[in-house]
């Protein structure tokens, strides 16, 4: 039986099928769907964890401990679990371990384009890269198997065209596979260096045996022509695109993307005139040919950023599109600069910080749409947690002239921001940190965390209460204010910043999204078009001829603009 499914679930599906017990994730676009379709299944274990790193030392204890298990996370979320994925490619594992990554060339929700594969590389683990729907369901259990014959972890790589694209995908029967007896063994599973250093030498063993084996794989496949000269070596959605945009040339697909089945290349090397390699990003594969002594063409004709797409390719090889192959570049529409939504609680706290014209160390979330004009409040954001850590190094070198204050969500606190609180504590800063509650995880779809009060399967979870994480810190001076009372929201700012030591200003409101139920709309009367309302940035809010307008289908009520009027002109029914 098919099913047409996105391929997020179509890797939770391979996993259902491949008999995993356990998966551990923290969400991120365009990684999220993975979890959530996972833990619909029967006699499955999915969680939600406060970061990757967490998530990828919960998926390695369930493999040892017998049973196979997966962990899911963006690209730069492989960052925050470098580190236990790096050991445990030395200690290997007992039941199978997948960590499913999904990369986002074009940034269309990431702060950078890193390219995961050279993780593989590093870590000398080995990396699939699905192409479609049911190649990504397929490969998650020949991932398991390849697991379990070299006793390694496996990187699955996806992209956002793949992850988040649609296709039919052949349904197939759960492998309910035993648990595996746990045997002690400390030289094995103990890095300590003495047992690091012989685990070293496996490694780079299994290494050699994984390049061997993939040589052999048949996802490593050639399609020939008798029709074309050149031949194109390529892999994941980039393999989609050459097939269209190239439909006579050779092409070797790669469904191994490390080790680089470097002697099935240079076989396929063999057969046509000129070689070329087509990915995106880095040119990964085609250093590694190069290194090989295999000669190709690559970034000499695409770039190191963005996505590849049909036209690029046909561009760069001067194919001209059929005639009746109907428009190729969708229409251009009208620009939608990103914004926070009407009703967002965290509009009024980034007003009164541009109002004060403090510095803000932002962090990643919806609240980094902060920084958009006219809010305009945002100074930086670099990663998960860093606004805490900025925020303290930015005071340290700025002294009392520093009116800078850290800004940051929920759930990225208890993902990677609570350790920069301790820090600054510890080292007796003076920074103020504002945690903007809204109640979820909402930048990725409102996914549930430790201080939300549920699990991911939705069930009642213990909470995380943040005043008394806080204040389990060290921070004695400690605010809890309502996000939508503007003046409260400005007096506790400015009682923070004159601090001397660390505060905390807790803002508190459910994403607007959260509730459904209507509202009534914020009313206009006699207004003077003064503008101030404007510099809210709300989407309900327009300035029309004769004033402003509120538009009543998006208006949610929060009365924020109504405590910025100066005339009071606006108004809650």
């Known amino acids: 039986m098919k099913e047409?499914?996105?391929?997020?679930?179509?890797?939770?599906?391979?996993?259902?099928?491949?008999?995993?017990?356990v998966l551990s994730a923290y969400p991120g676009t365009p990684s999220t769907e993975i979890a959530e379709n996972f833990v619909k299944y029967d006699g499955v274990y999915a969680e939600w964890a406060p970061n990757e790193k967490v998530a990828v030392e919960v998926a390695i204890g369930a493999a040892v401990g017998g049973v196979?298990?997966?962990?899911?996370?963006?690209?730069?979320?492989?960052?925050?679990?470098?580190?236990?994925?790096?050991?445990?490619a030395y200690t290997g594992i007992n039941a199978g371990l997948v960590i499913a990554v999904a990369d986002d060339p074009g940034m269309h929700s990431s702060q950078n384009e890193q390219d995961s594969r050279y993780y593989a590389r590093s870590a000398h683990v080995p990396m699939l890269e699905p192409s479609d729907a049911n190649e990504a369901k397929e490969f998650v259990k020949l991932a398991y198997a390849i697991s379990e014959k070299f006793d390694t972890p496996v990187l699955l790589r996806e992209t956002t065209r793949v992850a988040h694209s649609?296709?039919?995908?052949?349904?197939?029967?759960?492998?309910?596979?035993?648990?595996?007896?746990?045997?002690?063994?400390?030289?094995?599973?103990?890095?300590?260096?003495?047992?690091?250093?012989?685990?070293?030498?496996?490694?780079?063993?299994?290494?050699?045996e994984i390049t061997e084996y993939f040589n052999t794989l048949s996802c490593n496949r050639e399609e020939l022509t008798s029709e074309d000269e050149i031949g194109v070596v390529c892999s994941g959605v980039v393999y989609e695109y050459v097939k269209e945009a190239l439909p006579k040339a050779n092409v070797l697909k790669l469904g191994t993307v490390y080790p680089v089945p470097v002697a099935a290349v240079a076989r396929f090397a063999k057969k046509v005139k000129t070689l070329y390699v087509i990915e995106e990003l880095e040119p990964f594969i085609e250093d590694t040919l190069k290194a090989a002594g295999i000669a190709c063409i690559g970034k000499e004709l695409f770039s190191l950023q963005g996505e590849i797409s049909v036209a690029k390719i046909r561009e760069k090889f001067g194919v001209q599109r059929a005639e009746n192959e109907g428009v190729e570049a969708p229409a251009k529409a009208p620009a939608r600069p990103p914004v926070m939504c009407a009703g967002c609680p965290h509009r009024g706290v980034f007003y009164v910080l541009n109002k004060l014209k403090l510095t803000v160390n932002g962090d990643i979330?919806?609240?980094?749409?902060?920084?958009?004009?006219?809010?305009?409040?945002?100074?930086?954001?670099?990663?998960?947690?860093?606004?805490?850590?900025?925020?303290?190094?930015?005071?340290?070198?700025?002294?009392?002239?520093a009116k800078n204050v850290a800004v940051i969500g929920d759930s990225t606190f208890l993902h990677s921001g609570v350790t920069g609180l301790i820090n600054a504590v510890y080292?007796?800063?003076?920074?103020?940190?504002?945690i903007l509650d809204n109640s979820t995880t909402g930048m990725t779809g409102h996914q549930q965390h430790p201080a939300t009060g549920k699990n991911l399967q939705g069930e009642p979870a213990?909470?995380?209460?943040?005043?008394?994480?806080?204040?389990?810190?060290?921070?004695?001076?400690?605010?809890?204010?309502?996000?939508?009372?503007?003046?409260?929201?400005?007096?506790a700012v400015k009682n923070a910043v004159a601090s001397k030591e660390v505060s905390v200003i807790i803002a508190q409101r459910p994403c607007a999204l959260l509730d459904k139920s209507k509202k009534t709309a914020v009313a206009v009367k006699d207004c003077r078009a003064c503008g101030i309302c404007m510099?809210?940035?709300?989407?309900?809010?327009?300035?029309?001829?004769?004033?402003?307008?509120?538009?009543?289908?998006?208006?949610?009520?929060?009365?924020?603009?109504?405590?910025?009027?100066?005339?009071?002109?606006?108004?809650?029914?």
């Not at 492998?175 to 094995?188: G, I, M």
């Open 427 to 434: 080292n007796q800063s003076g920074i103020t940190l504002i």
């Open 4 to 21: 047409l499914m996105l391929t997020n679930r179509a890797i939770a599906q391979g996993a259902y099928e491949a008999g995993v017990k």
């Open 535 to 573: 510099r809210l940035g709300c989407p309900a809010i327009s300035m029309g001829e004769s004033g402003v307008k509120i538009d009543p289908i998006q208006c949610t009520g929060c009365g924020v603009c109504v405590q910025v009027c100066p005339f009071g002109c606006l108004n809650k029914a």
């Open 365 to 401: 979330g919806c609240y980094t749409l902060g920084a958009v004009p006219p809010l305009s409040a945002v100074d930086s954001c670099v990663c998960m947690g860093a606004s805490v850590g900025m925020a303290h190094g930015f005071k340290k070198a700025r002294g009392a002239d």
């Open 462 to 491: 213990p909470v995380v209460l943040l005043d008394e994480l806080c204040r389990a810190c060290g921070v004695k001076d400690l605010q809890i204010v309502d996000a939508y009372d503007v003046k409260g929201v400005e007096k």
């Open 68 to 88: 196979r298990a997966m962990a899911c996370m963006k690209h730069v979320g492989l960052n925050v679990a470098a580190d236990p994925l790096f050991t445990v």
């Open 166 to 208: 649609h296709g039919f995908v052949e349904i197939g029967e759960r492998e309910e596979t035993p648990l595996r007896p746990y045997v002690k063994d400390t030289s094995k599973y103990v890095m300590m260096p003495s047992n690091a250093i012989g685990r070293h030498v496996v490694v780079e063993k299994r290494d050699k």
